[in-house]
């Protein structure tokens, strides 16, 4: 703020400017911020990847954390799948799936949630309500700001698209016989026998879909937007998802696939189409190994 008579700078409640002295006219500070009330059945005014608290910081902390992480739920997975016998790999996947997951929402909320708060109203139990709807909304754990049409549309476009282009790319990668980087077959032990296969399908096509979809686009691509800009965290946050998965081999389809997942969620101001669009990829890969291997 500055004072309209001699542009010096003053504080919002200062009464006389400490340059001039001269009083401040009435209204000169700026009007009150509003907060959103969240939950009265009026949808936010801004995106969610707006509305995060965090920032590059923040981000950078979770993401280290998280790699130190991967080495004790590797470890933590070996002796499960040790303890499975003939089903080690079906059981190494399944565990190291939920470990993770439970890792990466304590990282969220370490890092992202937990110094965020809506205000608390009335009695405790509107407040704690309030307060929780506040935390998923940060994480873009909302309804789609798009209608429902055009979000199964932008849905669909995207599995689409993510599926054409790793298409694309492992066929352009053979044909160059560029072999480190030809995606690796699914094995087909990956997934447990008859009807345990569910497991599998709720650890990788259910619960990795969530808890990814939270840390790379909720957490990581949301946090930021503010330093680097829509378009630089959509490409930020997918090269981060790229390299988690390790293998040269799906580095690219998974970068690509990661940038498309951002775009969608800033697109449609919600995470549920791109958990949606990334259980569906899942699945479908699990379909593949377990009935065309």
Request: aromatic fraction near 10%; proline fraction near 8%; glycine fraction near 12%.
């Amino acid at each position: 703020m500055t004072c309209p008579s001699c542009g010096n700078a003053i504080e919002i409640h200062d009464a006389f400017c400490g340059e001039c002295g001269k009083a401040l006219p009435a209204g000169t500070a700026p009007p009150p911020v509003v907060i959103h009330e969240i939950g009265h059945g009026e949808p936010p005014p801004t995106p969610a990847t707006d509305l995060a608290p965090w920032r590059g910081g923040e981000v950078a902390l979770g993401v280290l954390v998280i790699v130190f992480a991967m080495i004790p739920v590797v470890l933590l997975s070996g002796q499960v799948g040790d303890l499975a016998g003939r089903y080690d790999t079906a059981a190494r996947v399944w565990a190291s799936s939920h470990l993770m997951g439970l890792v990466i929402l304590g990282v969220v909320w370490q890092f992202g949630l937990k110094g965020f708060r809506v205000r608390l109203r009335g009695d405790l139990r509107t407040g704690l309500r309030e307060d929780l709807r506040g935390n998923l909304q940060s994480l873009g754990l909302n309804l789609p700001r798009t209608r429902l049409l055009w979000s199964v549309l932008l849905t669909l476009g995207t599995l689409v698209g993510s599926l054409a282009a790793t298409g694309i790319y492992s066929a352009l990668v053979r044909w160059l016989n560029l072999g480190p980087l030809v995606p690796p077959d699914i094995p087909s032990d990956l997934a447990f026998p008859g009807i345990a296969s569910i497991l599998t399908f709720q650890a990788l096509a259910v619960w990795t879909p969530i808890t990814e979809e939270i840390f790379f686009r909720g957490f990581i691509f949301a946090g930021l937007v503010s330093r680097l800009g829509p378009w630089g965290a959509m490409a930020a946050s997918a090269l981060v998802f790229s390299l988690f998965h390790v293998d040269p081999g799906v580095l690219v389809p998974i970068f690509i696939t990661g940038f498309m997942l951002a775009w969608l969620y800033r697109r449609t101001g919600s995470l549920w189409p791109g958990i949606v669009a990334h259980a569906g990829q899942n699945a479908l890969a699990l379909l593949a190994a377990i009935f065309l291997v």
